[in-house]
C-alpha cells in the first residue's frame, strides 16, 4: 500500500499507500507545468556549479528530506539534514523492542506496508542511483512483483486474480479501453452488468477529459457524484465508490476529488497495458525497508558529503523580511540552537511544516497560509506475526468489505534472503502479517466502537476479527488465533481509547478543492523551499513517489535561485496517452465553450 512514505521532523506525517493495483479504473496524467524527461544515470550527474559550496539546511528526513539532499550534494552543496525522530520517515522499517533471542535480529515492524507500482519515475530512478552490493542497478534491485492479488469478501466469495501487466505497450483505441476497465472489474461477478457498462462509460469521461476540465469541474466534483454512486447498488457503492476512495486515498467517496482518483486511476489502466511503467503494478521489497533501502541510502548521502543530525526538533524559523535567517531547532537535550545557512528546505510533512511558519513569512507568500486548508486522516499499520503461515494470496490483500477498510500482505515469501524464524524474533515467528488500517473513525465488529475509541489492545483484537471475518467465512481456517505470537501497532499512534487521541504520523487527503492549495517547492521568500508529498507535484497523491518528485523540485528551484549550471533533475510526470490527445483538444474547446465532455450524456 502507497503509505505514502512521506517526510518527517517535528512530528512525522504519513505513509502509504494502500493497495490499489486492480482497483484502479478511472484517472489521467496530470501536467503542472512539467515536461517528462528520461531519468538520468548517476554518472552523468556532474555536481560542479557556480553555487556549489553554499550551504544547505533542510529540515525532515523522510523520502522528500533525503530526496532533496541527494540531489543537492550531488550538485556541491554542503547539506545539513536535521531529523526529529528517525530516518526515512513514514517510509522507514523499526524494529520491535525487547523482540530479539538467541542472536536473531528484532522482529520487523513500519507504519505500513511498502508498495512501489509501476506508474513510479521518479522515486525508481533515486533507487537506482543508490549503491547496493550486488546490485547492477542499486536498490531498485531490491524491487520484487507480488503475483497475484485478492479482494476478500466478507460472507462472499473471495476473488483472487493474477496482477495485470503487460511487458509490451498494448494497443489504446477506445474499445480497447473499454475492454480493459471491463476486463479488470470482471472479476467482481456481482455487479450489475448495466452498471459496470455505466461506470466504464464514466472512466472514458474521465479519460477524455483535457486538463483545464479536470483542473476545474472535476476537481470540484467528489467521486461519489461523478459515478452517481447514490443511484446505484450497494455493490457498486462497496467496491467502486467508497472501496476505491477509502482504501486507495483514505478519503470518503462523498468528499474525495475525482481529478485525484481518476488520475490515479487512468495510470494503473495504463500500467496494467505496459505503458509509460517503469515495471509491473504492484512491487514491493525483498527485505525490511531500511535494509533493502533507506539504510544504503543513508550511507551514500554520507559520501557525498551529507551530514545528519539525528534527535534534533524544529521549532520555527527566523525572517527578517527579506530572507530566512535562521531555523531554531531544539537538540536531543531540548536545548534551543539557531542553526544558519545559506538555504533552507523545510521537509516536514504538511501539519507540521506549517506549525513552523510565521506570520510574516505567511505574508510574504500567500501559499504558506493556503497549506492551512489542506487536511490530513489516519492511515496506520499494525502488525501480526504468526507462528505459521497463513495461506493466503501470493500478493496483496484488500478487505474491502472491512468496517476500517483493512488492506494487507504475508511478507515472508517475498523476503527470499531470509528464513524468517532464523533471522528474526525468538525462532517461532515464520511470518509477518502487515495490516494497514484506513478507516479510524466507524466502529467495528466486536466492541462496537471506532479505531479511535478503542486501546491498542482492542484495535489489534478487532482488526484480528475483522481479518477473520474476511478470510474465515467460507468453511477454511485460514487464520486461527492460536497461530499470533505477538503484534505491533504503530508508536506514532498514542491517546487512542482516551478524548484525546494523536497520530504524529497522519497522511494527506484529497478532498474536492485539494489541488488548488498545494504550493510550489520554490517560496517567494527567496532562499525557503518546500518539499513534501503536500506540494504540488504530477502524481497528485501523498505517496513516496509525490515526495521523491517535491524534493527534485525544491532542488531545482534552488538551482533556478542561484544561477546555478547544473542539470536540473528530472521530473517524469504520469504517462499520458497520445492517441487520446485529439479527443481531450476537442474537449478543451466545448470546456471553453460551457458543455459537457463530448462522452457525459447523463
Known sequence: MERTGSTSGTTAGSTRRTFVAGTAVAGAATALGLEAAAPAAAAARPGAAPAAGQSVVVLG???????AAHELAERGFRVTLYERRALGGKARSMDVPDSARGGRGPLPAEHGFRFIPGIYHNLPDTMRRIPFPGNPHGVWDNLVAPREMMFARTGLEDLRAPIPWSGTPQPLTLDDLRRAITGILGMFQRLPTRELAYFVDRCLVFLTSCEERRNGQWESTPWWTFTRAAQMSNEYQRVLAVG?????????????STRTVGTLGEAFVMNALGRGADGPPDRILNTPTNEAWIDPWVAHLRTLGVEFKIGWTLRSFSYDGARVTAAVVEDPAGAQQ???ADHYVSA???????LTWNAAMRAADPQLARCDKLRTDWMTGIQFYLTARPDIVHGHLNCIDSPWSLTAIAQAEHWAHHDFAADFGDGTVVDCLSVDISEWDKPGILYGKTAKQCTREEVSREVWAQLKAALNDTGKTVLSDGKVHSWFLDPGVSGIGTPSPRNEDELLIHPTGTFHNRPSAGTKIPNFYLAGDYVAVPIDLATMEGANTSG??????LLDRVGSTAPRCTITPLYSPPELALLKADDRLRYRLGLPNAFDVG
Open 61 to 67: 528526513g523522510g523520502v522528500a528530506g533525503l530526496t
Open 244 to 256: 476505491i476512495t477509502r482504501n486507495i486515498v483514505a478519503t470518503k467517496a462523498e468528499e474525495a
Open 338 to 340: 539557531t542553526v544558519t
Open 348 to 354: 516536514l510533512p504538511v501539519e507540521h511544516a506549517r
Open 552 to 557: 527534485r523540485l525544491a532542488a531545482n528551484a
